[in-house]
């Protein structure tokens, strides 16, 4: 049986790097964009001229009606999931006097509700498949939160007390639930905040206890060794792929 995936928010950034690593791996994978059509076209491109097989999909992970929408075009492409990869999510770099309710909304809806929603549409067709998974993406801000990212620290957080409890929960369905945290990693989600700044590159690489920052291939490796068969029984972890940035 051909091995699926499906990694929500993956036209760009970590979640493309998880896609292309899947798809070499030999996963149908289901890429999945909500604004940027392009750049999903360009991910499912590399991908086939690698020889991978990918399908594209428009997903609005907060919305259940496009969540039901997108499961069920993978039930009637392969009828099975064996991989489902929660990496979804935005940013919003405000403090608590800064950031508006509708901002923290987005994000807080995007991190908590599309974990809630992708895990509960996809859990149908991943039941009692040959290693399934369920990886979710968070940070170490779940656990440390930042000041000046209170939507996305509270996010996070709730997102891994999602997972530790899908951890006791999917277990008997064969499924494993752990989460990788990436740490300070340099893709577009960086536009808005100065992230052509080489100065402010250096420095976070030279606060890093491996002295170089997180790159997307390095969650990407993260995820493959979590799903991986000589991980059979890894369930409710966190996997830190940031070189210890977490410790300091």
Wanted: some cysteine; overall charge positive; hydrophobic content about 40%.
């Amino acid at each position: 049986m051909i091995k699926t995936a499906l990694i929500t928010g993956s036209s760009q950034g970590i979640g493309r790097a998880i896609a292309i690593k899947l798809a070499m791996e030999g996963y149908t994978v289901f890429i999945t964009y909500f604004r940027n059509k392009e750049k999903g076209e360009r991910t499912i491109a590399e991908i086939k001229k690698k020889g991978g097989r990918c399908f594209l999909i428009k997903t609005n992970v907060c919305s259940e009606k496009s969540v039901k929408r997108t499961i069920e075009f993978i039930r009637k492409k392969t009828g099975h999931l064996n991989i489902l990869v929660n990496n979804a999510g935005i940013e919003v770099p405000k403090t608590i006097e800064e950031v508006s309710l509708g901002e923290w909304n987005r994000v807080v809806d995007t991190k908590i509700n599309g974990n809630f929603l992708c895990t509960k549409y996809a859990f149908p067709i991943m039941k009692n498949q040959e290693n399934a998974n369920l990886l979710i993406i968070v940070s170490s801000l779940g656990e440390r939160p930042d000041y000046n990212y209170p939507a996305y620290s509270i996010g996070c957080a709730g997102t891994i007390a999602f997972m530790k409890m899908m951890a006791q929960q999917l277990g008997k369905f064969g499924i494993r639930t752990n989460a990788v945290a990436p740490g300070t990693t340099r893709t577009a989600i960086w536009d808005s905040m100065d992230g052509k700044n080489e100065a402010m590159w250096k420095k976070f690489a030279k606060n890093n206890p491996m002295s170089r920052i997180s790159t997307p291939e390095d969650i990407a490796n993260a995820v493959s060794m979590l799903i991986n068969d000589k991980s059979l029984y890894l369930n409710g972890n966190i996997i830190y792929a940031n070189g210890g940035s977490h410790l300091i």
